[in-house]
């Protein structure tokens, strides 16, 4: 499995002009389809006079979910050489879309490959890429009497807390290190009225 990634940081665009027609490349860092799509929409709301939004996205470390769509263009001419972009550069949790304005001239297969190409890669030149440690994530509860032990190990061993609830018991949402994470369950192991639960791996 693997234990780190290389994503991007953070947005980044580029637009190029061919034969009129104007395309706007935009990569966007991701950690769902879900979000991937929410993307996609937003960008429809931001240009609603574009003649087509087409994108490809690659989520996740090991057997990444990958998806590419031409929205309306010949098949094959433009979710897929986006998609070959994204895998020239080597990311994943990542969304590429670029949006097409047309401008009145036919660019045939070859010349939309060519310019959903270029879009996407120069969007990628534009982001900055950066390694990610494969997260471990888990829920953890416990009772009350326990959760000051919990709390010093979980400080001890740097573990992000992502989410906390106070109720009947104490519940957490952390993220782990994948090198840390048999560490981190044989030492709660020994912490009584403990459990943590694996949820996935990000």
Known sequence: MAQSFQTIESAAS????DRGSKFIGWAIPVCSEAEAKQHIERLWKEHPKARHVCYAFRIGADNPLE??????????S?????LNQIYAVGVTNVVVA???????????VPGLIAAYK????DA???????????????????????LHEVMNLLKKENVAIHKQEMELDCRFTVAVAQLNEQ???????TIL?????FIEYA
């Open 78 to 82: 433009a979710g897929k050489p986006i």
């Open 193 to 197: 009225g403990v459990s943590a639960i």
């Open 124 to 146: 990628l030149d534009n982001a900055k890429i950066v390694t990610h440690e494969v997260l471990a994530w888990y829920r953890i509860s416990c009772a009350y009497p326990a």
């Open 183 to 189: 560490k981190l369950n044989n030492e709660l192991a």
């Open 118 to 121: 270029q879009a996407g890669a």
């Open 98 to 108: 670029v949006v097409r304005y047309f401008g009145g001239t036919l660019l045939g």
């Open 14 to 17: 580029a637009e190029i002009k």
């Open 67 to 76: 998806r590419s769509n031409d929205d309306g263009e010949p098949a094959g």
